[in-house]
């Protein structure tokens, strides 16, 4: 089994912050995200020496009980664990883009964005699982990673009510419209029949944006263009100690001039008047 603390302890011990972008497909942005992805992922299952690929794909299953798709949240789920999606940004004051899914702060079974494959890929059932969003700065033209952010979803985003509330009420409103046939859809609202012909359809998307947690945390995360490679991971100190004592220790152990832990208090993203105690690690080198 692998988890949060373990993959920082992989990244720690074998600072790699290159990777490749060769296979199939001719989307520049797609290729670099993918790679991100199979970055993200060999640093989980610390599997970055593993060349042949049939054999990385049987430490991936191994690891995970879910790998994702580009539409649908979330990117991977960890065999009993965490889920985890992954974003890709050029510079450390880029936003990230959801897309149609709005922030999480936990996912969520019943959420009518994943796949009924993500919902049943663990041997037991599940009503929600935490989330952590990695995100990775990898400069235009470069295949390095100058920075990665680890955040817990319950760190960063507010409840789903809140973004749901806005999403229900943009499509109720729509809604409203008279003379126009509505079909069912995840997004916004899909309209049918829009002319007098019928032959023009009308999709209504939410195009979803979050401020990067770099940019967010900026008073206590630390970023270089002069260092190699900038880890920084903010969790909340329970969740932190409901890791194995193990990986706390191991984790611990590695403590230098380049790995610091250290006890933070952020604003509760559902209430900023409230601190929430939690756990910043940082590693730059």
């Known amino acids: ?22 296979h199939k497909g001719s989307n520049r942005v797609n290729s670099v995200g993918d790679a991100l992805e199979r970055y993200v992922k060999d640093v989980f299952c610390d599997s970055f020496i593993e060349k042949d690929l049939q054999k ?10 879910y790998l994702g798709n580009q539409n649908n949240p979330p990117d991977a789920i960890i065999r009993g664990g965490d889920a985890i999606e992954i974003k890709k940004i050029e510079s450390f004051t880029s936003a990230l883009a959801l897309n149609s899914s709005y ?10 964005r994943i796949t ?13 699982k935490d989330i952590i969003y990695v995100v990775g700065v990898s400069p235009k033209n470069t295949q390095k990673i100058k920075s990665i952010c680890f955040i817990y979803g319950d760190c960063y985003a507010a409840k789903r009510e809140i973004y749901t509330r806005i999403a229900d009420k943009i499509s109720s409103g729509i809604a409203q419209i008279p003379d126009v046939e509505f079909i069912e859809t995840n997004e916004l609202a899909k309209v049918k029949k829009v002319d007098p012909l019928g032959i023009t359809d009308l999709r209504v998307r939410g195009m979803w944006h979050i401020e990067n947690p770099m940019k ?3 008073n206590f995360i630390s970023i270089s263009n002069e260092k190699n490679l900038c880890v920084n991971t903010i969790i909340l100190e329970e969740k932190y100690l409901s890791f194995p004592q193990i990986d706390r220790s ?22 900023p008047a409230l601190l929430l105690d939690t756990k910043l690690i940082s590693y730059a080198k």
Do not use: G
């Open 216 to 218: 967010v945390f900026k």
């Open 250 to 271: 191991n984790l611990e152990s590695l403590q230098s001039d380049y790995l610091k832990i250290s006890n933070i208090k952020i604003k509760s993203p559902n209430n």
């Open 56 to 65: 990385k794909d049987e430490i991936y299953s191994k690891y995970f009980s």
């Open 103 to 112: 922030p999480k702060d936990k996912l969520y079974s019943d959420d009518s």
């Open 1 to 22: 089994m692998t988890n949060l603390l373990i993959a920082l302890k992989n990244i720690i011990q074998n600072p790699i912050n290159e990777y490749s972008t060769n």
């Open 116 to 128: 009924n494959e993500c919902r049943n890929s663990e041997t037991e059932k599940w009503q929600q």
